[in-house]
């Protein structure tokens, strides 16, 4: 193979295996939401959830692992090992790559502490884990702007697609946030759901959140 | 928010025994002074044992120069925790003076239980036994983090402070001692709980293990004791353990610090020996149906069955109740004891820290249904369902919550069978269901509460 | 000494996977919450345990060294 052939074999490698990559980030992302909603793949057991977003996690690390190495070994754009981590350290497209490299960094990050998880405090790790709020964005920015491929056809659908999934995702999660009941209340809510005269009256209700109107359900005790 | 005054209620009932009630004055007989009550409390009235007064009495506290030398002392006494749970406080001492990695020393003043003043009591008149005794424990183990963990009550937490800082200037202590504030839960005292909170977080129980005499207080191994246990410690240390077995019986020895409640509605601390007759604290004639012992974790007791128990394990556990922190209910013939159980059972609901599945879904479900007994033409399947939660909760928090609501409960359903009986056919002892258990006026809402 | 198999209350928030990939041991209750069974885990299961505790979205399955 001559040199250019060589290049493009490359160049279309790094291109192919960048899609797949945010195809399953994305897919990665929404699964987490699931795990953490307790939500489930119909007629699927629950453990088919947290199995499929730790494995496809790995994927997702196997296909950037392939789409970072093809794109530095094309001799057509120069792009220097240390800029595949250290953001905006490439002289070509410094911005597009460099949020490649935060991306990369974070989904490397997450990993490695979820492979640690029992050595580590469960504070800090779930505290780590909502990056991943922060590298699903930078990834879809570098893909679109690092290369022309998403802004066309298929795979412009596919990215809108990409796109409108996890922001609805991303909406059912934080909105259960909004309505979860704190643990301090839980014995409280519990008890108002069981029989109306035996809820803690008015007279004791100072300043709670909870409007008497909500009707909690067993979701958001959880 | 308090649960009442810090100096018990004066006693409405003539003094027929050894044990010495705070409200009345010292038994005139002359008595072998090994064997003479009070030993805790001061011979006279309730007035508070200042510095001066406490040094003339006792003296400084009776240092030993040396780690770990308190230790075999307290293991003669046998002296057990007054807290509760009775466990061998040479044990504990033992346990963390072994860690050797910076321990810590908390006094446990938070006193959850509603029904009972006698730690309060203690506080406000004897602090500086308590005092002594936790800085002999802070000098058994090699400490020098000691706090005293103090229920929230101005008044309490700032006579504390100046006598921390009047044994500071005088330079009796050894190490320094921080009043920590409580939060009004009745969880606040369980050890792991006082943990966290003298750690900076909520007042809400962890898993065990790690127990906290091995990873406590900020991670150090931490040694947590009862502030009666304490008192008890200071004097055993001054007079030795034979001193201290001259009360009580040879397996439970010593004197311990009592709630008592009468059915008349007289409330007082009393202090009195283990193996002490219940009938001997508590007034049990026809006006009294049935006995609460140990708090609102304990077990209730048919009257006439209480009657022949003595205030000790050996006697009250193979009954279904323990000792436990000295909480002694005679509850009133013309009551309704499952509508006051239900009451309890609701607070208890409540007081849930609401971390554990089990907990702040099982104890709501028993309450309501506690309450639904407790009314009119009660639903039949109320009892079996209690007995199922109860089942289903037991073991499974972190801490022994359910297990105490459950045993509660348990006790009330069987001591209240026949007031059960006559529910489902419409009647009730008392249909206004006056309330008698003392409790809290507000309940625990939200995160502040627990801070 | 072989070790415990035990639920830590606190953390855990009824995912249910426990009771999915070790029906052996652990049932759930009418709340979604863990039962186990028996605190000792015969060797025959030991992957499954292994894998139980590995899963829990909330790590709140524990194998602990005796008491």
Known sequence: ?222 | MTYGTTVPYPAQHPAQHPARRLTQPADSRPRDRDTELPRLLPAHGAVPVDLRTHMSRYGAPPYFGQPGRLIPVLKAAQLTGRGGAAFPVHRKLTAVAEAATRPVVIGNGAEGEPASDKDKSLLWISPHLVLDGLQLAAEAVGSNAVGLYVHRNARLQERLRAAVAERAGARIDLAPVEIIDAPPRFLAGEESALASRVSGEPAMPRFKPPRVFERGVVGRPTLVHNVETLAHMALIARYGPHWFRAVGTADEPGSMLCTLHQADGGRDVAETGLGTPLRNLLTLDEGTQAVLSGGYHGAWLAAADAARLTLSNAHLKPAGAFVGAGVLVAFPANRCGIAETARVARYLALESAGQCGPCFNGLPRIAAALDEVASPQPDPRAVADMMRWAGLVEGRGACHHPDGTVRFVRSALHVFREEIRLHQYGRCMDPARRPFLPLPADTALDAADWS | MRKQLRVDPTACSGHGLCAELLPELITLDEWGYPIVASEQVPRSLDRHVRRAVTDCPALALKLLRAS
């Open chain 1, 1 to 222: 193979m001559n040199g250019i052939t060589q290049s493009t074999a490359l160049w279309y490698a790094s291109r192919a295996t960048g899609v797949v990559s945010l195809l399953l980030l994305t897919g990665v992302v929404l699964l987490g939401i699931l795990v953490n909603r307790q939500g489930r793949l119909p007629g699927l057991p629950r453990f088919v959830v947290t199995g499929l977003h730790r494995n496809l996690s790995l994927l997702a690390v196997a296909f950037v692992a392939i789409h970072v190495v093809t794109a530095i070994a094309d001799p057509y754009v120069t792009i220097r090992v240390a800029a595949v981590v250290i953001p905006f350290a490439s002289a070509y497209q410094p911005l597009s790559l460099g949020l490649g490299a935060f991306s990369l960094d974070v989904v490397l990050a997450l990993i490695v502490t979820s492979l640690a998880r029992a050595r580590m405090s469960r504070r800090l790790w779930r505290a780590l884990h909502w990056l991943a709020y922060a590298a699903w964005p930078s990834a879809v920015l570098h893909s679109v702007s690092s290369s022309t491929d998403l802004r066309h056809g298929v795979l412009l659908y596919l990215a809108i697609a990409c796109c409108l999934a996890v922001a609805g995702a991303f909406a059912w999660r934080v909105s259960h946030a909004g309505r979860e009941i704190p643990r301090e209340e839980r014995a409280a809510v519990t008890l108002a759901m069981m029989s109306p005269r035996s809820a803690p009256g008015p007279e004791a209700r100072r300043g709670s959140r909870r409007a008497s109107a909500d009707r909690p359900t067993k979701a958001d005790i959880r």
